[in-house]
């Protein structure tokens, strides 16, 4: 596995996890008084998690 792949799974994992644990547990984000809501985490973590897989796939054949 390249290093670079095996960090960019990583990271995408990570993202990944902190926004289920910010679904699950309700964690308030404000960005420049603007209220995010809870879906968009859940597209956020469907999305790094793909990312994550895809990496992790195409460097392990």
Do not use: D, Y
């Amino acid at each position: 596995m390249k290093p670079f792949s095996s960090f960019a799974a990583v990271v995408f994992g990570l993202i990944a996890l902190m926004q289920l644990l910010r679904l699950a547990l309700g964690w308030s984000v404000v960005i420049n008084g603007v209220n995010i809501p809870l879906w968009a985490s859940a597209v956020a973590c469907l999305v790094a998690a793909g990312l994550a897989v895809m990496v992790w796939r195409e460097t392990h054949p």
